[in-house]
């Protein structure tokens, strides 16, 4: 409907203009539109208006125009008959006359012309409207947009694909537009700017029951516990933004104000930011921090996401559920019921992924309890203190283990405080550590005391889970930590282990496999290796324990390519033969049939698995290929 006026606006204009072209030209002293104005100093109609004539001159006798058919049809009086109307009048009548519309030029009505002059100029309008709506100058804006609309649509292109195309994507952009500076509009359509409605319905209140009285009560009260940690920084940080402060509990529904929790999405932290927004608005990560854990900088990557949603959607209701669910989703949303605007987030609810359905509803329970602590026994609760620390700047890459014990403190506490070290080493440049109240002086008295490190060489070990076995046994046996290994394979909650599943466990050492008595082969032999088909520089790194940048150098390679029968040299390790008299029996070579796998061989020689991989340089997730030489007993 946005653009029907056109075509009102252009069947009166042919009316007006060739029943009354003498009598404006010599009253009205009607011009064309200046072209040489540049388009960003369009007006809306309202501020094209010719100024009035101070005395309007004696009508001159000349044949009168044919009346058109709405004069015949009221009967209008002679000009010079007619009373002497006021100034708001004319002002009135003026305003709905087409002369001044840009869009309306005859030229463009009867003239082909060029598809693609009339799209730069089309885009020349989307940019002139982008302008207006940075300025606050939204009827401009929809006006540019309107005449941007008005060229496409006369455009004949004549089934060009590119062109249909081209046209199709200004369209699509004029629609967006349109959209962004209707949602602006209606900034305030539920309070003034910052109000969020307390809405109160049938799917509010059913997550008021699983928070008070169902299934996640106990989810609901200990998050509300953590809460105390972290909300009056949050509450802060928001206040001088200019949010809402209720948006504070947002982390409720998102993390349970878990600094570590991590979700199915690959989501991290307070804010539960993916890796690619969290780089949008600023959080870094690196080999030693990954700024998503850091509940401070992850709050102020918050507030931009949450100011620039709020550009867009203008309620803070469906920021939120753009927040959880991404802008494009609820933008696509909105597009396909045929609104230009949004009034409501409840008329989106049903068309929304169930996640983010239901991510409203509970932050709306969650300020309905919260505004009624007694009801719903929120006073019992005891609130986790205000993260209290200070600031010790440190540019020595050292342990938080070593921190700790030289300052006296726990390490676990300073592990609280800066969550966002991925190996709670610093990372050797300039770092702002975060310590206990009074400990900053105390650390920078004895920072010569404490041994830089470097960060643990990461691997990973491989488990199929049998029968009776759990975490905590899996862990033990690998020397890893229930936390790390339910965190890399995203298991949540009991009960999720299933027979012959294959796990990945962290491994903080140049092992892949636990509990090894076995020394470490001897390094800084130069073997030769040579290439077949299948092979990579990548496949050869991680069977020789190198890696790619060192087979490169040691053979001047500077590409990715590889040549069948092409020797190469190897920066490796030679597989340890066993030792005499262990009952071993003598190695030989076995040339890899199409369909072998390594615990196909390995059984094949009456060999076990790890002990095949281990002298082959292989590892569990390894692949070989038809023709490669492996060693069997």
């Known amino acids: 409907m946005l653009f029907i006026r056109y075509y ?58 044919k009346p058109s058919l709405e004069s015949k049809k009221n009967e209008d009086p002679p000009e010079s008959e007619k009373p002497i109307e006021s100034e708001e009048s004319i002002e009135a009548e003026e305003e709905d006359s087409p002369v001044d519309e840009p869009s309306t030029d005859n030229h463009l009505l009867t003239e082909k012309r060029n598809p693609e002059v009339v799209f730069e100029e089309a885009l020349d309008f989307c940019q002139a409207a ?25 455009v004949e292109i004549d089934d060009n694909p590119k062109l249909l195309q081209e046209k199709e994507d200004i369209r699509f952009t004029i629609s967006k537009r349109i959209l962004e500076i209707y949602t602006s509009r209606h900034i305030v359509v539920n309070g003034k700017q910052n109000e969020i409605p307390l809405t109160i319905n049938a799917h509010v209140q059913e997550e008021i029951n699983h928070f008070s009285i169902g299934r996640e009560k106990d989810f609901f009260l200990e998050s509300y516990a953590r809460s105390g940690s972290f909300r009056p920084y949050i509450i802060k940080a928001f206040t001088e933004a200019g949010l809402p402060p209720e948006l504070s509990w947002m982390p409720l529904i998102e993390s349970g104000f878990k600094v570590n929790a991590f979700s199915k999405a690959r989501a991290l932290g307070l804010w539960q930011f993916i890796s690619s927004t969290g780089y949008k608005y600023g959080l870094k990560r690196t080999t030693h921090i990954d700024e998503r854990l850091d509940p401070i900088k992850s709050t102020e990557a918050a507030i931009a996401y949450l100011k620039e949603l709020h550009q867009i959607f203008g309620d803070w209701t469906t920021v939120m559920a753009a927040y959880n669910c991404g802008e494009h989703r609820v933008l696509r949303v909105i597009r396909e019921q045929n609104v230009n605007y949004l009034d409501n987030f409840w008329d989106l609810y049903e068309r929304l992924p169930r996640e983010t359905a239901r991510y409203v509803p509970r932050f709306l329970a969650t300020l309905h309890m919260i505004n009624n602590p007694e009801k719903f026994g929120l006073n019992a609760v005891l609130l986790e203190p205000p993260m209290a620390y200070e600031i010790a700047n440190i540019s020595k890459q050292i342990r938080l283990n070593d921190i700790a014990r030289k300052i006296d403190v726990p390490e676990q506490q300073l592990k609280q405080l800066n969550p966002e070290l991925r190996h709670q080493i610093l990372p050797g440049e300039q770092y702002p550590l975060r310590v206990p109240a009074g400990k900053s002086q105390i650390l920078l008295t004895v920072l010569d005391d404490i041994p830089t490190h470097g960060p643990p060489r990461l691997e990973y070990a491989f488990h199929r889970i049998k029968r009776g076995e759990t975490l905590s046994t899996i862990a033990k046996r690998y020397h890893a930590s229930v936390g790390s290994i339910a965190g890399i394979n995203n298991i949540r909650g009991k009960g999720a282990l299933s027979v012959g599943k294959m796990l990945k466990i962290p491994q903080q050492s140049t092992s892949a496999y636990p509990q090894s008595t076995e020394e470490t082969p001897p390094l800084n032999r130069i073997l030769s290796h040579t290439v077949k088909a299948g092979d990579s520089f990548f496949n050869l790194a991680k069977r020789y324990g190198t890696t790619i940048d060192k087979i490169r150098r040691l053979n001047n390679i500077t590409g990715t390519d590889l040549n069948v029968g092409q020797v190469l040299k190897i920066p490796g390790r030679i597989p340890k033969e066993p030792a005499s008299g262990t009952g071993a ?32 340089g292989l590892k569990p997730k390894s692949k070989i290929y038809p023709n490669q030489k492996m060693l069997v007993e």
């Open 585 to 616: 029996g003598k190695l030989k070579t076995y040339v890899v049939r199409r369909g072998d796998t390594p615990l196909k061989i390995a059984t094949q020689y009456s060999m076990p698995l790890e002990k095949f991989l281990k002298i082959n």
């Open 8 to 65: 009102a606006v252009i069947a009166v204009s042919i009316l007006f203009l060739v029943s009354c072209e003498s009598a404006h030209k010599t009253i009205l002293q009607v011009k064309e539109p200046d072209k040489s104005i540049p388009i960003a100093q369009l007006k809306p109609p309202e501020a094209q208006i010719n100024p009035i004539p101070p005395a309007v001159d004696p009508p001159i006798k000349e044949e009168p125009p």
């Open 130 to 154: 982008q302008d207006f709506w940075q300025k606050g100058e939204l009827e401009n804006a929809i006006e540019a947009l309107d005449q941007a609309y008005a060229l496409i649509l006369n």
